[in-house]
Nanobody
């Protein structure tokens, strides 16, 4: 049973934008803080953006001011708007239900299958 399904990845030139979506199963969406992670080739997976338990958001320093996490409660869908993309943003992006809110290091309890983003210079 697939719990989280990402979409929206693709190839874009530097400076461009993409929006990722993640459809989340209801029993997960209502119980967990949702987040986006990414993993570049040869690197460890890193947290990108997340919702905290109080509805505020957290961003990795590398994406602050360029990426925006949002969600639509009626559709139980998580989004990541990525603007001013850079080649170093190239990675597979995953949505996840965090084990602990506001804690990227604890990782995800549930993961999507990932969607690839390629940014060319």
């Amino acid at each position: 049973q697939v719990q989280l399904v990402e979409s929206g990845g693709g190839s874009v030139q530097a400076g461009g934008s993409l929006r990722l979506s993640c459809a989340v199963a209801g029993h997960i969406y209502s119980r967990y803080c949702m987040a986006w992670f990414r993993q570049a080739l040869g690197k460890e997976r890193e947290g990108v953006a997340a919702f905290n338990a109080d509805g505020t958001t957290t961003y990795a320093d590398a994406v602050k001011g360029r990426f925006t996490i949002s969600k639509d409660n009626t559709k139980m869908t998580l989004y990541l708007q990525m603007d001013s993309l850079k080649p170093e943003d190239t990675a597979t992006y995953y949505c996840a239900a965090l084990r602990l809110c506001a804690d990227f290091e604890a990782g995800g309890r549930y993961w999507g299958q990932g969607t690839q983003v390629i940014v060319s210079s």
